[in-house]
C-alpha cells in the first residue's frame, strides 16, 4: 500500500514545500506521493546510506526547480518543429499517436532540458544553452547542450562532455536510455517533471488562447452562449508552477559495462521471469542472460531446461530480442554539491 500525505509526515514535509511553491494542494499531495514513493522504490532514501533528511535537503530541495508557462510555452515551440519527424517514425511503435500527444509528450522532454538548464544558473552561475535548430532526428543524440559559459565574463564555447538529459514524471525510477545513444554521449543526466494532465489545458488558459480565441469562435457559430462561454473559462483551471527535480547523473566513464550493477528478483510460478528491480548498464537478453542465467541455475531457482523472461521493474515488461536500453535506477545516480562541482569542472 503506497503512503499518503496524511499518515506520513515525510510525505506532508515534501507536500508543504510543493504549496509554498503555489502548486494547488491537491496536485501538491499527489505529486509528494509520487516523488516520496519512487524515491523509496529507487532506493534515493534508504535506511544504510540516505535517510529522508539527508534526502530531503541535500539532494530534492538543492536539485529543485521551478519552471513557469513562459518555460513551457519555449518547450513546445521547440517541440513543434520536431514532432512531424517524430510523429512519422514515432520510435518504432506500432501504434501511431496523436500529433498532438507527440506534441506535449516531446515537450516534457524540452521541459527537463530547461530544468537542467535553470539549475546549473542557479546553483553553479553556469549557462547552458541548447541546440534548438531544426535537423534530422540523428542529429540530436550526442547532446542535448550546445553551448556553455561561466556567467557572466566567459565566451560560449562547446562543452568538453556530451551531455544527454532524460526526462521522466516524478513517480518515475529510471533513467532510460534507448538503442544506441549510450555510445554516442558521455553524461547522463535524469530530470524528474512535476507536470500534470492540467497542466497543458491550464497553459492555453494563461495564453488567453481559450478566451480570445476559441471561446468567441464556439460563440459566434453558435456553438456556445456568451454567458456559457464565460462560465466554461472560470472551470478551466490556472497554471501552476512545474516543480522540476535533477535527480543526478551518470558519466559513463567510471561505468563497467555492460552491467555495471544490478538486482534482481524471481517472478512467477508456472512461468518465471526474472525482475530487475535495480541496476546500471546496458540491459538486453543478450547481456542479461549470460550473467543471470548460471546464477539462478547455481541457485536452483530456475532449472537448465526452463525458459525465462526478463523484466525491468516496472516500465518494461518484457525485454524483446532485440531491445537494448542504457538504464539505471535513480538511486545509482551521483548527486549533491560535491558531484556536481565534479561535473561543471568537467565541462
Known amino acids: 500500500m503506497k503512503a499518503s500525505s496524511v499518515d506520513n509526515p ?17 496536485a501538491a499531495d499527489l505529486l509528494s506521493q509520487q516523488i516520496y514513493n519512487s524515491a523509496i522504490q529507487a532506493c534515493e532514501i534508504n535506511d544504510s546510506t540516505t535517510d529522508f533528511d539527508t534526502w530531503f535537503k541535500e539532494r530534492f530541495t538543492f536539485q529543485l ?4 508557462d ?11 518543429w520536431l514532432i512531424p519527424q517524430f510523429a512519422s517514425t514515432d520510435f518504432g511503435r506500432s501504434r501511431q499517436r496523436d500529433m498532438a500527444q507527440v506534441w506535449t509528450d516531446t515537450s516534457r522532454g524540452f521541459l527537463g532540458e530547461i530544468a537542467f538548464s535553470k539549475f546549473l ?11 534548438t535548430g531544426r535537423g534530422e532526428l540523428s542529429e540530436f543524440l550526442p ?18 562532455k556530451k551531455i544527454s538529459i532524460k526526462t521522466t514524471k516524478f513517480n518515475g525510477r529510471w533513467l532510460d536510455v534507448p538503442g544506441a545513444q549510450i555510445e554516442h554521449s558521455d553524461i547522463f543526466v535524469l530530470v524528474k517533471i512535476g507536470i500534470l494532465r492540467h497542466h497543458f489545458i491550464a497553459f ?6 481559450l478566451k480570445d480565441k476559441l471561446i468567441p469562435k464556439a460563440v459566434s457559430i453558435g456553438e456556445l452562449e456568451k454567458d456559457l462561454g464565460q462560465k466554461l473559462w472560470e472551470e478551466i483551471p490556472l497554471f501552476d508552477p512545474i516543480p522540476a527535480y535533477i535527480a543526478g547523473y551518470l558519466d559513463k566513464s567510471e561505468l ?7 538486482e534482481y528478483k524471481i517472478k512467477g510460478k508456472k512461468h518465471k521471469s526474472v525482475a530487475i528491480v535495480k541496476g546500471i548498464g546496458i540491459f538486453s537478453v543478450s547481456n542479461l542472460q549470460k550473467i543471470i542465467d548460471e546464477e539462478i541455475i547455481e541457485k536452483k531457482i530456475i532449472g537448465r531446461e526452463e525458459n525465462f523472461s526478463i523484466e525491468i521493474e516496472p516500465i518494461i515488461k518484457s525485454l524483446s530480442p532485440n531491445e537494448q536500453h542504457f538504464l539505471a535506477h535513480s538511486g545509482g ?6 558531484d556536481w562541482d565534479g561535473l561543471i569542472q568537467q565541462l
Open 65 to 68: 526547480v521551478w519552471l513557469g
Open 70 to 80: 513562459d518555460d513551457y510555452l519555449r518547450a513546445l515551440v521547440r517541440a513543434l
Open 10 to 26: 515525510e510525505i506532508k514535509k515534501i507536500m508543504d514545500l510543493l504549496v509554498s511553491n503555489k502548486v494547488k494542494p491537491e
Open 256 to 262: 563497467n559495462l555492460p552491467i555495471h550493477m544490478k
Open 204 to 209: 492555453l488558459k494563461a495564453v488567453s488562447f
Open 333 to 338: 545516480l551521483k548527486w549533491g554539491v560535491k
Open 121 to 131: 544558473y542557479n546553483k553553479f552561475q553556469l549557462e547552458a544553452k541548447p541546440d
Open 143 to 160: 547532446t542535448d547542450i550546445a553551448l556553455i559559459r561561466k556567467f557572466p565574463n566567459d565566451s560560449w564555447r562547446e562543452p568538453y
